[in-house]
Structures are given as C-alpha cells and as structure tokens.
C-alpha cells in the first residue's frame, strides 16, 4: 500500500508556462515533505521541501503548496524551462527515523 | 562539489552469485543509505546508516546486508543474487540532524541477474 501517491506517470508543458506536479499520502503523521529532480544516468537531486508547520514555501521558480486536510501537495514551476524536463519524485517522512517514503515519481516534458 | 560514487554503472550477474556494491561519499556525512528503484514503485529503503559499523533495516532488507567499516564507504551485498533483484540501486549520503532529509545521490548501478 503505498503511503505516498504520484498519480500522473507523466506531464507535457509548454515552455513558459506553468507546470503543476501533485502528490496526495496517507499517513497524517508525515511532518515533512520534499521533491527530488532526477534527470536521466544520474541520481536524484533535492530540490525543495515543507515542513507540515507552513503551507507553502517559495524557492525562486519553484513554489510547494501543502494542503494537510486534503493530505495533499503540489510543485508549481514558473515559468517552465526546457531544462526542467526531468523525473520528479515527491517524498515524505515522519518525524526523524531517517525513512524517506518516496512516490512513484512524474516525468515532466517541457515542449519548446 | 559534493559528490557520491557508485562502483558500477551496470553490472551483470548470475542466479546465486555473491554481488557487491561499494558506494563511497567525500562530503563527511554521518548517514548513508542504500535504495533500489522500480517503474511504478519509486525508491525504496533497503538499509541506512547513520554511523561506522552501525545499520538498521528499512523497508525491503531480504536477501540483502550492508557493511560499513569505514565512515565515507557502505557496501550493500547480495548474498545470493536472484532474477527479482534485478532493479536500480541507488546510494545516497545526508548529514545528521534534521538535514538528514537532504540526502546526496550516486548515479545509480544497473544490475541485471540472469
């Protein structure tokens, strides 16, 4: 049963516009939240995180929005670049047991 | 730059074989983990480290062991290689504390058992 849930394998976006990646879970004593970018023959690469205290953090392009009572987050990029064409995986953990539970992941292609 | 290494990029391997896999970080990290990865199923915990001889199981332990004797270096074994092993591993490195959620990445060994 997984706990952390990508449920669109992939997303195409233009280049410009906004891209949303989402990510629901199932356990509500996950108190902290990242998304990892993994480009191709390489491993993945943290990219932005949450704490369950706020509901959203900002990171230049990049924003993460946490809506806890829908058990549910999502990565906004503004504006898309061709160069954010990667797999990203949404994670969660619950407080410090040093287990990241990770989500299924989402390819995002960007279409110059 | 920070950097994590991984032994192999691919690697194949026979039914019953013994498998290594050296992972070695240059960033003085206490952590260290060891995943695989599998379409539809994202990364999954085989086992971490948060010191030298020190390891606790994560999710999916069986049929794997891990040696870390040395703080930059953590081994993951496969004591006898089987065909449902075949998978992406993946190693990665944090800090102690709270930044452990920030974990480094190898590129990852493909492994294939016939």
């Known amino acids: 049963d997984q706990q952390v849930k990508q449920n669109s394998p992939s997303l195409s976006v233009q280049e410009g516009r906004i891209s949303i990646l989402n990510c629901d879970y199932t356990n509500s004593m996950f108190d902290y939240f990242l998304w990892y970018k993994k480009y191709p023959a390489e491993g993945p690469t943290f990219l932005i995180s949450?704490?369950?205290i706020k509901d959203k953090n900002e990171d230049g392009r990049f924003t993460v929005f946490l809506n806890k009572s829908a058990k549910h987050l999502s990565l906004h990029i503004v504006p898309s670049q061709p160069g954010d064409s990667a797999v990203y995986f949404c994670?969660?953990?619950?407080?410090?047991?040093?287990?990241?539970?990770w989500g299924a992941g989402t390819k995002l292609i960007i279409k110059p | 730059d920070v950097k994590v290494t991984q032994s192999s990029r691919y690697l194949v391997k026979r039914t019953g074989e013994k498998v290594f896999l050296e992972c070695v970080q240059d960033?003085?990290?206490?952590?260290m983990f060891w995943y695989r990865q599998d379409p539809g199923l994202g990364l999954r915990l085989i086992y971490f480290s948060y010191d030298v001889k020190m390891k606790e199981k994560g999710d999916i332990p069986e049929g794997y062991s891990v040696s870390r004797e040395k703080k930059e270096r953590f081994s993951l074994i496969l004591e006898s290689a089987s065909t449902n092993q075949t998978s992406m591993y993946l190693c990665?490195?944090?800090?102690?504390?709270?930044?452990?959620?920030?974990?480094?990445f190898g590129p990852g060994t493909r492994l294939t058992v016939l």
């Open positions: 949450i704490s369950s």
């Open positions: 960033m003085d990290h206490e952590n």
């Open positions: 990665a490195s944090s800090l102690s504390g709270t930044n452990w959620v920030e974990q480094f």
């Open positions: 994670a969660a953990s619950e407080g410090s047991n040093y287990q990241l539970i």
